[in-house]
């Protein structure tokens, strides 16, 4: 990399906004939105457990959380990816490509993936509140 600080702040930015993006899809979306009882009913009307609503809240809250401080920023991305993919596969990917389409297209959840990869792989860049310890094993592309 030509610029390191660069490439952590970016690496920050991408951890950040994914962050936000779980909180606001937790709190703002499912919760004050739809309501749990309403979270819960999607989720049924999709073939997929009620109690799979409660699992999915907790995880995008804390998750969302835990991104935005940069704690264990690796694992939490790779703990999010299954919430992504089902979105993808038992809501989204009937739906066809364009978000905009009626019940929302599948290529935002999937961009969201394929970014929560993308920050596994680069860390949690700076502005982290929890650095890896040291000496501990740093994958040699984290920033």
Known sequence: MSNPSAAAYGTALLRISLGIMFLAHSVLLKLLTYGLAGTVGFFESVGLPGSLAHLTIAAELLGGMLLILGIRTRAVALALTP?????????????????TAPGGG?????FLL??????????????????????????????
Do not use: D
Not at 124 to 130: D, I, M, N, W
């Open 106 to 110: 599948w290529e935002y959840p999937a």
């Open 114 to 143: 394929v970014a929560l990869f993308a920050q596994a792989l680069l860390g949690e860049g700076a502005l982290a509140r929890a650095r890896p310890a040291a000496g501990r094993s740093r994958l040699p592309i984290a920033g």
């Open 83 to 99: 919430f992504l993919a089902g979105a993808i596969v038992f809501v989204h990917l009937p739906n066809g490509w364009v978000f």
